[in-house]
T-cell receptor, first 112, second 117 residues
Framework: GIQVEQSPPDLILQEGANSTLRCNFS?????LQWFHQNPWGQLINLFY???GTKQNGRLSATTVATERYSLLYISSSQTTDSGVYFC??????????????FGQGTILTVHP | NAGVMQNPRHLVRRRGQEARLRCSPM?????VYWYRQLPEEGLKFMVY????????ESGMPKERFSAEFPKEGPSILRIQQVVRGDSAAYFC???????????????FGEGSWLTVV
C-alpha cells in the first residue's frame, strides 16, 4: 500500500516562530488532507489539497503531486497551535478518496 | 449545518461486553468511513460503507468487529466481546461522493473513546 512519511517527528517552537512540516508519499494520490489533532483529541480539517497551494490565515499548504510531497507552513505560531499534525493521503487506485492512509504525525509544541 | 456526529464520546466496557459506536454523517453525505487510533499509533482505516453496503472492509479485524450503515439511521461500529487491546479512539468520517471533486473534503467526527477495563 501507499506509504506516508512525515517530518520532523517532533518540533518545539517559541511563540511567534514560523515552521514547515513535510509529508512525503510513495504513490499517486487522489486526496491529500492536513489535520490538526488538538490536546483534547479532536481532529480538525486544515486543508484538502491533492495539488496546488492554499492559504487560510496563518496556515498555508502546498502539494507537488508530481514529486510526491506536501508542505504545511505555520507562521507566527501560537500556543493554541500545539498538538499533532497529520498528513493523510488517498491512494489514486483505491476504492474511495475517503480511504486515507495517515502519516505518523508531527508533534508540535509551542511555548509562550 | 451539523458536522459528523459521533456518540457516545466516551464509553467504558468490561472485558467480554459489547461496544456500539454510532455515527451520523454530514447532511447529504452517503459515504461513511471508520478509523481507529490506538495508543501510540497513528490513525488506521477500518471500513468504508455506503447506505446498506460495505464497500471496503480491508482494515477491519477479522473477528468481533462489524459495521453497518442502514437505509435509515446512523452507521454503527460494533465490537463484540471487547478486550483491553480494543481500547482506542474510533473516528468516523463522511464524504459526499467516493471521488474527490470540487474540493470535496472528507469530514471527521470528534471521535468516540473506548476504554476496556
Amino acid at each position: 500500500g501507499i506509504q506516508v512519511e512525515q517530518s520532523p517527528p517532533d518540533l518545539i517552537l517559541q511563540e511567534g516562530a514560523n515552521s514547515t512540516l513535510r509529508c512525503n508519499f510513495s504513490d499517486s494520490v487522489n486526496n491529500l488532507q492536513w489535520f490538526h489533532q488538538n490536546p483534547w483529541g479532536q481532529l480538525i480539517n486544515l486543508f484538502y489539497i491533492p495539488s496546488g497551494t492554499k492559504q487560510n490565515g496563518r496556515l498555508s499548504a502546498t502539494t507537488v503531486a508530481t514529486e510526491r510531497y506536501s508542505l504545511l507552513y505555520i507562521s507566527s505560531s501560537q500556543t493554541t497551535d500545539s498538538g499533532v499534525y497529520f498528513c493523510a493521503v488517498g491512494d489514486a487506485g483505491g476504492t474511495s478518496y475517503g480511504k486515507l492512509t495517515f502519516g505518523q504525525g508531527t508533534i508540535l509544541t509551542v511555548h509562550p | 449545518n451539523a458536522g459528523v456526529m459521533q456518540n457516545p464520546r466516551h464509553l467504558v466496557r468490561r472485558r467480554g461486553q459489547e461496544a456500539r459506536l454510532r455515527c451520523s454523517p454530514m447532511k447529504g453525505h452517503s459515504h461513511v468511513y471508520w478509523y481507529r487510533q490506538l495508543p501510540e499509533e497513528g490513525l488506521k482505516f477500518m471500513v468504508y460503507l455506503q447506505k446498506e453496503n460495505i464497500i471496503d472492509e480491508s482494515g477491519m479485524p477479522k473477528e468481533r468487529f462489524s459495521a453497518e450503515f442502514p437505509k435509515e439511521g446512523p452507521s454503527i461500529l460494533r465490537i463484540q466481546q471487547v478486550v483491553r487491546g480494543d481500547s482506542a479512539a474510533y473516528f468516523c468520517a463522511s464524504s459526499l461522493t467516493s471521488q474527490g471533486a470540487s474540493g470535496n473534503t472528507i469530514y471527521f467526527g470528534e471521535g468516540s473513546w473506548l476504554t476496556v477495563v
